[in-house]
């Protein structure tokens, strides 16, 4: 089993939508949870970490179940600026290292 | 807003030889890592450094790789020997582990080509 596992996609949605995307984790330990977001051949840039109990930052909501190695990210209102690749992040059980998922890639249409 | 710096944003080499990835990560930060992304893939760790010392590495942090603090700014990854698949996207990064969940920043990255 992969340790951070995402759909690749590509997400093809219309300026406006709701999209959602999900990941699951293999490793029951892991301690902290993240969003980033990576643009064609840049670095990847943190969206937002993910609490245990959810959080929200403007359009963008994420959500942490533990019980099944679960994490979302919901993005309303899509802009084309959120064209990107989403990627899953999980830290180890007593590490920082991060471990990537393989990223869901996002195309906003006008 | 402070960011992670790294030179050369492109270094190509030739099989064999030696390069250095040079980073400057954020001021206050004191845990500094490398990661590396192979075109197509995802984004791997090498190794992560906290006090001047390697604190984790990867399998893929073999002998051919170092890292050093050479001064209070910068922190660098040697390849000694570069091999053809060592052609990736390198990015620095830093955190502060006094924030909650030592959320980690990343450079721009170098892309290393190995001819």
């Known amino acids: 089993r992969k340790e951070v596992e995402q759909d690749p996609g590509p997400f093809n949605v219309p300026e406006g939508a709701t999209v959602a995307f999900n990941c699951t984790y293999s490793?029951?330990?892991?301690?902290?949870f993240f969003w980033y977001r990576q643009d064609c051949r840049k670095e990847p840039k943190l969206l937002m970490s993910?609490?245990?109990s959810g959080n929200e930052d403007g359009r963008f909501t994420a959500q942490l179940n533990r019980a099944s190695q679960y994490i979302s990210l919901l993005i309303r209102d899509s802009k084309l600026s959120d064209s990107a690749t989403y990627l899953c992040v999980v830290t180890g059980d007593s590490s920082y290292k991060l471990i990537f998922g393989s990223g869901t890639r996002l195309l906003v249409r006008p | 807003e402070p960011e992670v710096t790294q030179t050369p944003s492109h270094q190509v080499t030739q099989m064999g030889q030696e390069v250095i990835l040079r980073c400057v990560p954020i001021s206050n930060h004191l845990y500094f890592y490398w990661y590396r992304q192979i075109l197509g893939q995802k984004v791997e760790f090498l190794v992560s450094?906290?006090?001047?010392?390697?604190?984790?590495k990867s399998e893929i942090f073999d002998d051919q790789f170092s890292v050093e603090r050479p001064d209070g700014s910068n922190f660098t990854l040697k390849i000694r020997s570069t091999k053809l698949e060592d052609s990736a996207m390198y990015f620095c990064a830093s955190s502060d582990p006094g924030a909650s969940y030592n959320e980690q920043f990343f450079g721009p990255g170098t892309r290393l080509t190995v001819l």
């Open positions: 450094f906290y006090n001047n010392e390697i604190s984790e």
């Open positions: 993910v609490y245990s």
């Open positions: 490793n029951s330990a892991s301690q902290s």
